[in-house]
């Protein structure tokens, strides 16, 4: 079935440091690609996407490339802020029809705390 | 533009009773999926509605049964609460499942479920 692994966490960071957050999937076909974030006590908000290989999802300073070849969809952003801090969730959502179509496989999550 | 609403937001029941989460998806969209979210974990699909019938299940016994109604709300209900049905249960929207696959989904805020 599809997977999706990220990089253990949490990470901590000092402001205007570099992220990187790894995040690699097992899927078959071609899947949509997520990050989601989680602020305390909140629900999960979209924070970018790709639809194919090779696509740049981007929002906020944050980015991530599908990579089919590594089937990875690493986090990024090249100057963190305090209130960056949250959950960090990569996900994938099955493209072609069968029993994963329509649902969103999430990996375990990624604490980032960002001090000032 | 209301997003996704969730009611109640916090919720405590005792083992063996039974609960009832409600869902309002976010305006124009017609699919809602239900996840459940235990302390530290990732998101688990529990399933997905479209056109008032249950198109998607995860891997969750059928004490967990859901409805969806004519205007697009939707309720989540648990039977024989266990312990460890203590977790977020977060409700997502799309404008169709299709859409949802391939964009994502909007999430709501939460209920969260204490049993004791």
């Known amino acids: 079935g599809n997977s999706v692994t990220q990089m253990e966490g949490p990470v901590t960071l000092s402001e205007e440091a570099f992220l990187t957050i790894n995040c690699t999937y097992t899927?078959?076909?071609?899947?949509?690609l997520f990050w989601y974030v989680q602020y305390p006590g909140e629900g999960l908000q979209l924070l970018l996407k790709?639809?194919?290989?090779?696509d740049k999802g981007s929002n906020k300073g944050f980015e991530a490339t599908y990579r089919k070849e590594t089937t990875s969809f690493h986090l990024e952003k090249g100057s963190v802020q305090v209130s960056d801090s949250a959950v960090y969730f990569c996900a994938l959502s099955a493209n072609a029809g069968g029993t994963s179509y329509g649902k969103l496989t999430f990996g375990q999550g990624t604490i980032l705390t960002v001090h000032p | 533009d209301a997003g996704v609403t969730q009611s109640p937001t916090h919720l405590i029941k005792t083992r063996g009773q039974q609960v009832t989460l409600r869902c309002s998806p976010k305006?124009?969209?017609?699919?809602v999926s239900w996840y459940q979210q235990a302390l530290g974990q990732g998101p688990q699909f529990i399933f997905q509605?479209?056109?008032?019938?249950?198109?998607q299940r995860g891997n969750f016994p059928d004490r967990f049964s859901g409805h969806q109604f004519p205007n697009y709300s939707s309720e989540l209900n648990v039977n024989a609460l266990l312990l460890g049905d203590s977790a977020l249960y977060l409700c997502a929207s799309s404008l169709s499942p299709a859409e949802g696959t391939r964009y994502g989904y909007t999430f709501g805020s939460g209920t969260r479920l204490t049993v004791v």
């Open positions: 509605y479209y056109e008032e019938e249950e198109r």
């Open positions: 305006s124009g969209h017609d699919t």
């Open positions: 790709a639809t194919k290989a090779d």
């Open positions: 899927a078959t076909g071609y899947p949509s």
